[in-house]
């Protein structure tokens, strides 16, 4: 399996941006897609994870109601919209996956996830 994310760059507050996964090896809407990130002298954390069928998307609570995590079936593509951006998202955010359906608690460690992307990094300054 490999993670190819991508669609970071630098936004003023307030701005959005749609972040990409493309997988080869892997179909998204099978098993857990989660995004995380990193931001400079922070631990990883757990942004949004989705476990598709017959479930809803899991956030952490500092973005609920800005980010919302989706997958594209045509191109196999997970994203990641984020609006209403505020320095404090600044990061590496990095996509992950793993064949097994996990249950929300387990979604947000990121033991439990197999394939990492490589990050793409999203800087939110004026």
């Known amino acids: 399996v490999q993670l190819q994310a991508s669609g970071g760059g630098w936004v003023q507050p307030g701005a959005s941006l749609s972040l990409s996964c493309a997988a080869s090896g892997h179909t998204f809407g099978a098993g857990t897609a989660a995004w995380f990130r990193r931001a400079p002298g922070k631990e990883r954390e757990f942004v949004a994870g989705?476990?598709?069928?017959?479930?809803?998307?899991l956030y952490t609570d500092s973005v609920k109601g800005r980010f919302t995590i989706s997958r594209d079936n045509a191109d196999n593509t997970l994203h990641l919209q984020m609006n209403g951006l505020k320095p404090e998202d600044t990061a590496v955010y990095y996509c992950?996956?793993?064949?097994?359906?996990?249950?929300?608690?387990?979604?947000?460690?990121?033991?439990?996830?197999?394939?990492w992307g490589q990050g793409t990094l999203v800087t939110v300054s004026s």
């Open positions: 992950a996956v793993t064949a097994r359906r996990l249950i929300r608690s387990s979604q947000m460690d990121a033991t439990n996830y197999d394939f």
């Open positions: 989705h476990r598709w069928a017959f479930s809803t998307p």
